[in-house]
């Protein structure tokens, strides 16, 4: 079994500022990280490669110093890492970077087939959730995403059961194999890296591919040529000037500090109280 598992690095998003005159995020001295997304899938990837053997080949597209999320993730422990960097794919939107990941994969399945591809729900400097169901579009597999738990998988019978969420419950799906798979935030728990594992990544010779090497037919689809995506504004969220009130009550009972905050929240709002009555007859 082969499984291909997507990542990004990402500027840490807690310490991340938005220039007050430019408007554009300022990336200087922000620390580089995973996408936390991307651990879960990376993580449930390797739970199958624990029950049922074989390999994990982690992707990812980015400068040169992406090469650090790729190590940190075979210290997890992939088999193999396949960094996809040229100055064609600087500027790359959705669109272009589905593009170009699907090329690398086509071009991995020529080592190895490729039985699932991972990749994160969504990554926390962009938010779209659109790279994951592109690149399944693009390899035509079977897409499964928002997965919270992998039920059963069936390597002669190419068949893999999985739990979705979805709006008012789950989902049980089966589908066939290859398939794409986004797993759901806070379904399992990274593990530790092993000291081995630590020092194998550390002289681990990292595959770099330009956009030959990654199989790129055409350049028009990848970079700011092939990204269609316009952002008019990146601005950061206005702080409140109004500070939180302290309400003191009488006790800590339930009822008192409900009847405290009804009683204030109607004298600051006097139709409010009318407005409940009425709906309530």
Known sequence: ??????????????????????????????????????????????????RFGGRVTVLCMGPPMAEAALRKCLAYGADEAVLVTDRAFAGSDTLATSYALASAIRQIQKDMAVDLVFAGKQTIDGDTAQVGPGIAKRLDMGLLTYVSKIEALDLEAREITVHRRAEGGVQVLKTKTPCLITMLEGVNEMRFATMPNMFRAARYPLKQWDKDAAGIEDVAKIGLKGSPTIVSKVFAPQPKAKRADMIETESGEPRDIAITLLTKLFTQHPKLEKEIDKQAA
């Open 1 to 50: 079994m082969h499984i291909v598992v997507c990542i990004k690095q990402v500027p840490d998003s807690a310490q991340i500022r938005v220039h007050p005159v430019t408007n554009t995020i300022m990336r200087q001295g922000v620390p580089a990280i995973v996408n936390p997304y991307d651990l879960f899938s990376l993580e449930e990837a390797l739970r199958l490669k624990d």
